[in-house]
Nanobody, 120 residues
Framework: QVQLVESGGGLVQAGGSLRLSCAAS????????MGWYRQAPGKQRELVAT???????NYADSVKGRFTISNYNAKNTVYLQMNSLKPEDTAVYYC??????????????WGQGTQVTVSS
């Protein structure tokens, strides 16, 4: 009943930029937080950035100063602006959201992932 749909991945050269988008839809009562994780081949999924409903943000040390997370509350959408990309940023990027579907029921939801490839 809740869907997260990502877009904006692709292939870019090192030093370039990409902007990821994620839109949440369905039976949403309120959103607690939205964010991005990534998983590179052979590695565990790791946090990239999160943003809560109060505007607080959290970034992985490896992306601080290069990536910016923002949102558009009216459309339940979160963005990840990625600048100065490096080959080590290559991964599948997953959108996630902790949200309530009614006043008392909450869960964590995930998108299907979008591939980001940074060539050297």
């Amino acid at each position: 009943q809740v869907q997260l749909v990502e877009s904006g991945g692709g292939l870019v050269q090192a030093g370039g930029s990409l902007r990821l988008s994620c839109a949440a839809s369905g039976s949403i009562f309120s959103i607690v937080a939205m964010g991005w994780y990534r998983q590179a081949p052979g590695k565990q999924r790791e946090l990239v950035a999160t943003r809560n409903s109060g505007g607080g943000t959290n970034y992985a040390d490896s992306v601080k100063g290069r990536f910016t997370i923002s949102n558009y509350n009216a459309k339940n959408t979160v963005y990840l602006q990625m600048n100065s990309l490096k080959p080590e940023d290559t991964a599948v990027y997953y959108c996630t959201s902790r949200l309530y579907t009614d006043r008392s029921s909450w869960d964590d939801y995930w998108g299907q992932g979008t591939q980001v490839t940074v060539s050297s």
